[in-house]
Each structure stands twice: as C-alpha cells, then as structure tokens.
C-alpha cells in the first residue's frame, strides 16, 4: 500500500489549506483513514478520521468545527479540510491507513500504513 500526502504550505492565520492523501495498492473503501500531525519535539497525535463503511467521522477536540475529513472511494482518496487555522495547527501532517475498532480509531499505534508527510506552516 502507499499513502500520498499532498497540499501542505505556508498560511497566514485564519487561512484555509485542503490535504489530500491518495492510497494505492488496496481496496480503500475497506478501511478506515486518518489524519495526524506532529510538532517538532512531540508525539504524534490524532486530527481526524474517517470510517470505512458509512463515513461517520472523528476529530480531535482542538481541531472539532474547523477541520473537515471527508473521501472519495473513487479516487482514492481522503481529504482534510483546515478552516481558521492557528498557530499551534503547525506540523506535519500524516495520512494513516487502517482497520480498528472505533474505540482504537485514534490511536497511532493501529495504523498500518502512513504517507510521508505534509508541512503545514501557519504564521502570524
């Protein structure tokens, strides 16, 4: 499987970026897909995700009502969505692949496939 991550960049607060991660290799619409992102000097942590069958979605509560997830089993590919960015919303970005449980959808540790990273920047 490879994870594509793309759409990264330099934004002003309170700008908007999309990420886009497509998958190859798979039958995407079987799993389920999320977003992470890590800081320099901390762990990586969960943003988002989206479930394989039905779409329901999750987000971490510091992004909830900016960020939206959102896929396209057609393409391939799921989509992240940052309204309103801030400061602290820099990092890089990782798109993950896996099949969990909900209640293990925010864990790094049950993603089985990542891409390699988008760089979002926002200044002031």
């Known amino acids: 499987v490879q994870l594509q991550a793309s759409g990264g960049g330099l934004v002003q607060a309170g700008g908007s970026l999309r990420l886009s991660c497509a998958a190859s290799g798979r039958t995407f619409s079987s799993y389920d897909m999320g977003w992470f992102r890590q800081a320099p000097g901390k762990e990586r942590e969960f943003v988002a995700a989206i479930r394989r069958s039905g779409g329901s979605t999750y987000y971490s509560d510091s992004v909830k009502g900016r960020f939206t997830i959102s896929k396209d089993n057609a393409k391939d590919t799921v989509y992240l969505q940052m309204n309103s960015l801030k400061l602290e919303d820099t990092a890089v970005y990782f798109c993950?692949?896996?099949?969990?449980?909900?209640?293990?959808?925010?864990?790094?540790?049950?993603?089985?496939?990542w891409g390699q990273g988008t760089q979002v920047t926002v200044s002031s």
């Open positions: 993950g692949l896996t099949r969990t449980v909900l209640s293990a959808i925010r864990r790094p540790d049950q993603y089985y496939y």
